[in-house]
């Protein structure tokens, strides 16, 4: 019988197979760093341990490469670029510059934008940008006041990152203060043709929806990400339309219904959720490979970026990452494992052709 795919990493990093070098990369959330598969440093708990295609995938998340087993030398073209994303990220609350920059690294300024955006998907500042929310929502989860928090961020303005707050929290900085204290996240389990889902919903629309083992798994999961958010059952006094959502979807998966068009809330980088709403254009029994994703949304370097934007996904099938494969036709990395994708895939084409069959 074939080991799910998150058990073999899992056993990997347990045994610090070497074997699995190259092929993906490791982060723990209690340290911030990650590492590769044979790092000898201390075991982490499997609950804290995150699971990463690229180096580029890790950083994107929040995370910093080990210094002992320097999961970047092995990508050299990556390598100058990881060291100013590293820069960046140390300096966040500084005022930098795209010339500053680039005599640290002594390249021209120009040369920097477009090897920076073509590896990460975003300019330099969008990436300082993103570092400064990160340490905004660390000091907000540690109970610091909203403004202050916002000013030792690196931010010059409250008002602006309350203009963003849609696209980095999916809610207001002050109801995310304490992890989502006074939001009410609403959430239902079913199981699929996949395997146990859940779905959540904030009043602004479905914020995660995600595939595991196991109810209880999921619920840890959801709980991370909102960890003093009030979340309850969704019981059809208070919320039908949660109810209806994912039956709807689970229609979906399991029986071949439309997918259905729901509100999303969204919850990231201004690219990555230029990503995820392009592939909610791609159609079923339709895939596509990173790079057309790029070439599409015009950013045709960055097809390791939108790799990194579908790993970043929290709303699976709703957001259907799982039509992108990679530039020779393979199905790549996903989030729920490789063989959630090949299923959706399958039961996809299959059904697109039994549609054909009746017509004809």
């Known amino acids: ?61 929040g995370f910093r490469p080990c210094r002992r087993c320097r999961p970047t030398d092995s990508v050299n073209s990556m390598k100058w670029l990881c060291d100013i994303a590293r820069f960046i990220e140390k300096h966040a609350h500084e005022r930098l510059t795209l010339n500053g920059l680039a005599n640290h690294v002594g390249l021209s300024p120009s040369h920097l934008q477009r090897r920076f955006k073509a590896a990460f998907g975003i300019s330099p500042k969008a990436y300082q940008d993103a570092v400064r929310v990160r340490h905004l929502k660390r000091s907000l989860k540690q109970g610091k006041d909203v403004t202050s928090a916002i000013y030792s961020a690196g931010f010059g303005s409250v008002s602006r990152v309350y203009g963003e707050a849609s696209h980095q929290f999916g809610m207001t900085p002050k109801a995310y203060r304490s992890g989502g204290t006074g939001e009410t996240v609403y959430y239902a389990c079913r199981d699929t043709a996949i395997g146990p889902m859940l779905m959540a919903a904030t009043h602004r629309g479905v914020c995660f929806v995600e595939f595991g083992e196991d109810e209880r798994t999921l619920m840890d999961q959801l709980s991370e990400e909102f960890p003093c958010a009030k979340i309850a059952a969704s019981p059809a006094e208070d919320a039908p339309e949660l109810d209806l959502w994912i039956e709807a979807l689970d229609a979906h998966i399991s029986v071949g219904a439309p997918r259905p068009d729901l509100p999303l809330d969204l919850r990231g980088t201004a690219f990555q959720v230029k990503v995820w709403r392009f592939l909610c254009s791609i159609h079923a029994g339709e895939v596509m490979t990173y790079t057309d994703v790029a070439v599409k949304i015009d950013k045709p370097k960055a097809a390791r970026s939108v790799g990194s934007a579908c790993t970043a996904n929290r709303i699976g099938v709703l957001i259907p990452c799982h039509r992108v494969l990679r530039g020779d036709g393979k199905l790549g990395g996903y989030r729920w494992g490789v063989d959630r994708k090949r299923a959706l895939l399958d039961l996809e084409r299959s059904r697109i052709d039994e549609n054909k069959s009746s017509d004809i």
């Open 1 to 61: 019988m074939t080991l799910p795919v998150k058990t073999v990493m899992h056993r990997a990093v347990a045994q610090r197979d070497k074997y699995y070098d190259g092929r993906f990369l490791y982060g723990v959330i209690t340290t911030g760093v990650f590492c590769k598969p044979s790092c000898t440093s201390r075991r982490a708990r499997a609950e804290n341990i995150r699971f990463f295609a690229d180096a580029v995938s890790a950083m994107n998340a």
